[in-house]
């Protein structure tokens, strides 16, 4: 396909036009499009459904791949472990359904997210106690140095708050094929979420396991956030902000209402971005002249509701910016990913930026298990 309107690959629904797009349903097709891409020197970008995407109004001088690859393989271990490998392209939230009805847990939390499997690395998604990160095993990705497929471990993903090594030194080198996911044969255990504690007291439920959690957090999204489907959105916009314990103190001197959450081990904590947004006086809020307006709801939603421009959505964004960095002092950060970079690909060098900033305080390291590290071989060489 040419001149591909590029509002149809976002679920803001704006943006330019791509100069290619292919849609990719298997590993071959995929190496195919981006030896294309690599051999006539143009910058690609994969993506999935776009729900975390926003494209540029000058659009895309190369070739958009829509990963379509399918594919659901589980591999129960013992009584406990399972592992159930992805394809890219499949559909997240109903993966999640799928692991939940066979009881296993792991990703109950991360109900009804919009988008592909494929695209839950990349921003390394998360929600209500649960990241994608402490649960994959590894990444399936074809390797734009080597021209092969390889595996990247969970460590490897670099992963960090929303972040990972696929929006820095990997982007333009690897393309997401599929991903392994360690999950478990146990009911998930307390201290859950406010919203989620709230819900089971609400409906007098006491017997906690994936379904009980997926049912609360489905009910829970649907009350505060709009379907995709009917209104145009990239879901939450900002990250929730990480500070200091000294830059917290400071807060609470002037805020002592601030909604936040101490991260494990009390060196930081998770301010709420929808609290700030709201207090600034975002909440419910209509532009005429942009178009956008926040979700009555969730003010961490921007709404496109007659927006003209991807220049609308970004002049919107940047009132709330300015506004709660006057307030308070902090810059939000926008989630969703403004595409393409004006360098796109990136160089293939650098150290991620998780690293860099106070969110790797909350990232936890080990070493693969030895019954990891020979699942994970097991899946390489099938693969192989």
Not at 60 to 87: A, P, Q, W
Not at 175 to 180: D, G, N, P
Not at 371 to 379: F, Q, V, Y
């Amino acid at each position: 396909m040419q001149n591909v309107p590029l509002k149809d690959y976002s679920t803001m629904r704006l943006g330019g036009t791509a100069r290619y797009a292919v849609e990719v349903a298997s590993r071959d097709e995929l190496k195919q499009s981006v030896d294309f891409a690599t051999s006539q020197n143009m910058p690609w970008i994969i993506i999935g459904t776009g729900s975390n995407v926003i494209w540029r109004d000058e659009g895309f001088d190369g070739l958009l791949i829509v990963n379509k690859i399918s594919g659901y393989e589980v591999n129960e271990r013992d009584e406990e472990n399972v592992y159930i490998t992805v394809g890219g392209g499949e559909n997240w939230d109903s993966v999640v359904a799928r692991s939940v009805e066979s009881g296993l847990s792991g990703i109950e939390a991360l109900s009804l997210i919009p988008g592909t499997a494929g695209a839950t690395p990349v921003q390394n998604v998360g929600a209500y106690g649960q990241e994608i990160g402490n649960v994959l095993l590894s990444a399936e990705v074809y390797d734009t140095q080597t021209g092969k497929f390889t595996f990247l471990s969970k460590y490897d993903c670099k992963f960090g708050y929303r972040d990972s090594i696929f929006k820095h030194e990997g982007r333009g080198r690897y393309a997401i094929a599929a991903i392994t996911l360690h999950l478990l044969k146990t009911n998930p255990e307390p201290p859950f979420y406010q919203a989620v504690e709230r819900y089971f007291a609400e409906n007098n439920i006491t017997e906690i396991n994936p379904a009980a959690i997926r049912d609360a957090v489905i009910t829970i999204r649907s009350g505060k956030l709009p379907d995709v489907a009917k209104v145009a959105n990239n879901g939450s916009f900002f990250a929730n902000p990480i500070v200091d314990e000294g830059k917290l103190v400071q807060l609470q001197a002037d805020f002592p209402d601030i909604a936040f959450w101490k991260l494990e081990g009390g060196l930081a904590a998770k301010l709420s971005a929808a609290w700030m947004i709201e207090k600034a006086g975002f909440k419910d809020a209509h532009d005429t002249v942009t178009g956008m307006a926040t979700w009555a709801t969730q003010p961490l939603v921007l709404v496109n509701e007659s927006a003209k421009s991807t220049d609308d959505l970004l002049n919107f964004k940047q009132m709330i910016v300015d506004k709660v960095q006057t307030m308070f002092g902090i810059t939000l950060v926008q989630e969703p990913e403004l595409l393409p970079l004006k360098d796109e690909p990136l160089p293939l060098s650098g150290v991620s930026q998780a690293t860099d900033d106070l969110a790797s305080i909350i990232e936890q390291s080990r070493p693969l298990t030895p019954e990891e590290e020979a699942l994970s071989k097991e899946i390489e060489d099938k693969a192989l």
